[in-house]
């Protein structure tokens, strides 16, 4: 389905501003050992790399220039290739990998600057290993960060939106000024058109955070909706109410004719006469949503004249040149105004995302962990081994981040011959319970339960909970039951617990 034309409008700016999408892959594999250690190997292009274009990252036990990475070939195993005699992508990734005692060793390898701004998108990395006594809980949270701040992102959208009225209006009254007024289009530019944008942008934002696609049917309906509410129907050839969007023809037969009618509407001359044939052809060459007639009237023709041939650079029509003049009146050149146009356009799509409606394109990231012991919950797929991947699109990121998180229990080789009358899911839920009740690492329950699974004894946890005040330590004596119970140990008789 097409989608309508302020949409593409809107795309057609932000990517050319944002420097186009990208379909480039970064894999990144990560291995937790038991001692708490982090092995971890990327491969990612080599001009992603923060720091000057061409070096080697620092800061990796080996590294090397490889070819494409593939699914299959684990980073390691990558062959050496000769950047000298590949071309193009064959070798233009960056391959790396050590051993790090924290997760603070690990180079920053992925940074994506925002210009203008204080904050980048990034991957910011958390990992916890908590000793429970009968067991180690590990925790890996790995986030691509974006850059949009939802409040900020609003003020921007206004700003933006402002914008490109303001320049917009200026061009049209600098190029038709002593002939038509355009007051009364600016009016419904600012108070109509600025609040469809803002409609839309909520919209793709709702379709963002839902981390889904909408289907076609949706978003057709949904944007039908969105029109009505401002009162603004299309209609067909035949004067009918559309009942969906897009199709053969649609610049043509309705998106077209309904500029034509706005400008109509909204662009009187003097002596109050609606807005020329000419002058209706030439502003619909310019503006970037519709298409003008196939044989555009005079005004639309370049200033110079047209081209001498198919070859020979266009040169700019009438429009285009009012257009150059606004915008360096206000900026003093049209770099500034790129410059400002990206930076709001970074605060409302962020660095990974390019509009409209689509969770696709993007850099794409192939992330594997593997983690001690059981996965007891992941945001990522497990597959064969343990393992836990994750594969998506940088959009994804879009607005508040991309989360990979995985949370692990690896029971203690003593604590798994005094647990081995528990069934393994029954065995997993006690140590999940278990984690809920170690509150952190100054627990006095701590010690206790890791003598019991070095001695294979539950003796050290029936001598602690002997040793209690059943008065004064209430709380504790409630604590230790509920472990008894949770342990399925006598709480009655000589207190001693069997091993």
Same mark, same amino acid.
Request: overall charge neutral; glycine content about 8%; hydrophobic content about 40%.
């Given at each position: ?7 593409i ?22 291995r937790? %050992?038991?001692?708490g ?12 790399l ?8 620092d ?22 290739? @000769? ?22 060793d ?18 910011? &990395? ?23 701040k939802?409040?900020?992102?609003? #003020? ?5 939106? %402002? ?24 009016t ?22 839902? &981390? ?8 057709? %309906? ?19 109410t ?24 909204h662009? #009187? @001359? ?23 007639s196939?044989e ?7 200033a ?7 070859d ?11 257009w ?26 962020g ?11 993007? #850099? ?13 919950e992941t ?57 809920q ?42 604590r /230790?039951?509920? /472990? ?16």
């Amino acid at each position: 389905m097409r989608l309508p034309g302020f949409t593409i409008t809107v795309v057609g700016m932000v990517v050319a501003f944002a420097g186009g999408c990208s379909d480039k892959t970064f894999k990144i594999e990560t291995r937790i %050992n038991s001692d708490g250690t982090i092995d971890r190997a990327i491969c990612q292009p080599g001009d992603s790399l923060p720091g000057p274009p061409g070096h080697m990252q620092d800061g990796w036990d080996e590294t090397r220039v490889v070819g494409l990475p593939s699914e299959d070939t684990p980073i390691r195993e990558m062959k050496l290739v @000769d950047a000298r005699t590949k071309k193009g992508k064959e070798a233009n990734y960056f391959a790396g990998w050590g051993r790090f005692q924290k997760v603070a060793d690990i180079p920053d390898h992925f940074v994506v600057h925002a210009e203008g701004l204080d904050r980048q998108g990034r991957l910011v &990395r958390n990992f916890r290993h908590r000793d429970l006594g009968l067991a180690v809980e590990y925790a890996w949270k790995e986030t691509l960060t974006d850059v949009v701040k939802l409040d900020d992102r609003l #003020r921007a959208r206004d700003l933006w939106t %402002n914008l490109f009225i303001d320049l917009t209006i200026a061009t049209l009254e600098h190029r038709f000024g002593k002939t038509y007024r355009f007051e009364s289009l600016e009016t419904w530019s600012r108070e109509t058109a600025a609040a469809v944008v803002a409609d839309v942008l909520e919209l793709d934002l709702e379709f963002a955070m839902r &981390r889904r696609e909408p289907d076609e049917k949706e978003l057709e %309906n949904r944007l039908l909706l969105l029109l009505a509410r401002h009162d603004l129907v299309l209609t067909g050839p035949d004067g009918k109410t559309l009942k969906k969007l897009g199709g053969e023809d649609f610049e043509e037969k309705v998106l077209t004719p309904f500029v034509r009618r706005l400008l109509r509407e909204h662009v #009187r @001359d003097a002596e109050g006469e609606s807005l020329g044939e000419d002058a209706v052809e030439e502003i619909l060459a310019w503006l970037p949503l519709v298409r003008a007639s196939e044989e555009p009237g005079p005004a639309a023709i370049p200033a110079d004249g047209p081209a001498a041939g198919p070859d020979e650079a266009r040169p700019p029509t009438r429009l285009e040149i009012s257009w150059q003049a606004v915008v360096i009146k206000r900026f003093g050149s049209e770099k500034v105004f790129e410059k400002r146009a990206r930076h709001l356009s970074t605060r409302i799509w962020g660095v990974h995302r390019t509009p409209f409606l689509s969770l696709g394109g993007g #850099r794409r990231f192939e992330v594997s962990l593997q983690l001690p012991g059981d996965v007891v919950e992941t945001s990522g797929v497990i597959s064969g081994g343990g393992e836990v991947t994750w594969r998506f699109s940088t959009t994804m990121a879009f607005p508040s981040g991309y989360r990979m998180t995985c949370r692990s229990l690896e029971i203690r080789p003593g604590a798994a011959e005094l647990l081995k009358h528990f069934k393994p899911a029954d065995r997993r839920k006690v140590l999940l319970k278990l984690v809920q009740l170690i509150p952190g690492e100054e627990d006095p329950l701590l010690p206790v339960l890791r003598s019991s699974a070095d001695r294979k004894s539950w003796s050290p946890l029936v001598e602690y909970r002997r040793s209690l005040d059943r008065k004064k330590q209430a709380a504790e004596v409630k604590r /230790l039951d509920g /472990l008894y119970r949770l342990l399925q140990l006598p709480l009655s008789g000589s207190g001693r617990a069997g091993t």
